[in-house]
C-alpha cells in the first residue's frame, strides 16, 4: 500500500440526506490514500488524455499539483489549460492568481509541456472550473485534496467534494504535502 502511486475509483453518485450526514466515500478515500486518487464517474469519452484542466486559485498550496500535471501532460503528450480562477473580484487576490498563474504558465513551458493560459471569475470555483472543462472538451481536471472555503458546504460539500460529485470527465486529487505548505508567525 505504501508503495502505491495511484488508486482509481468510482465517484458514486449521492442524493438527499445521505450525502449531507456521511458525505462521499470517494472523497474519504482521497482524504486518507497516500497517493494520487483518480476518481471516474462514467467511462471516459476517449481511450488517451488529450486536454487537462489545471485550476490555479489563489491559495499557496494549489501550485503542488503542477509536477503531476507535468507527469500526465509528458505520458500522454497532452495539452495542459492552466485556468486561473478566482471567486472573488478583489484586485489583490487577482493579482495572485494571475501571478501564481503566469508562474505555473512559465514553469511548464521551460519543461517544454504545451499549454494555454485562461483567466475565470465566478462564484462556485468548481461549477467554473467544470463549465470551462467542457469548453475545451477536457478528458480529466486536476485539483489538491484539501478543504477550501465554501459559505455554502454545509449544503454543497466542499469544493474538491463537489468537484469529485459534478465532474463528467475524470478528476485526479493530489494530497496536500504538509512539508511544502508556508506557515505565517505572528
Known amino acids: 500500500y505504501a508503495s502505491t502511486d495511484l488508486i482509481v475509483c468510482g465517484a458514486e453518485l449521492i442524493k438527499g440526506m445521505r450525502r449531507f450526514w456521511n458525505g462521499s466515500e470517494t472523497y474519504k478515500l482521497i482524504k486518507a490514500a497516500p497517493c494520487y486518487v483518480l476518481s471516474i464517474q462514467k467511462p471516459?469519452?476517449?481511450?488517451?488524455?488529450?486536454?487537462?484542466?489545471?485550476?490555479?486559485?489563489?491559495?499557496?498550496?494549489?501550485?503542488?499539483?503542477?509536477?503531476?500535471?507535468?507527469?500526465?501532460?509528458?505520458?500522454?503528450?497532452?495539452?495542459?489549460?492552466?485556468?486561473?480562477?478566482?471567486?472573488?473580484?478583489?484586485?489583490?487576490?487577482m493579482r495572485t492568481v494571475k501571478g501564481y498563474t503566469e508562474q505555473v504558465a512559465d514553469f511548464m513551458t521551460e519543461r517544454e509541456v504545451s499549454i494555454k493560459v485562461d483567466f475565470l471569475q465566478g462564484t462556485n470555483l468548481t461549477d467554473v472550473s467544470l463549465h470551462y472543462a467542457d469548453q475545451v472538451d477536457a478528458d480529466m481536471l486536476m485539483m489538491m485534496a484539501i478543504e477550501e472555503p465554501n459559505p455554502y458546504g454545509m449544503f454543497e460539500g466542499s469544493f474538491p467534494e463537489q468537484m469529485i460529485l459534478k465532474s463528467q470527465i475524470p478528476v485526479m486529487a493530489i494530497k496536500l504535502r504538509e512539508d511544502l505548505k508556508v506557515s505565517y508567525f505572528a
Open 44 to 93: 471516459m469519452k476517449r481511450d488517451t488524455i488529450k486536454n487537462i484542466v489545471l485550476p490555479i486559485d489563489s491559495t499557496q498550496e494549489t501550485r503542488q499539483k503542477v509536477p503531476a500535471a507535468i507527469q500526465m501532460a509528458k505520458l500522454f503528450d497532452a495539452t495542459i489549460h492552466v485556468l486561473g480562477v478566482s471567486s472573488s473580484n478583489n484586485s489583490d487576490i
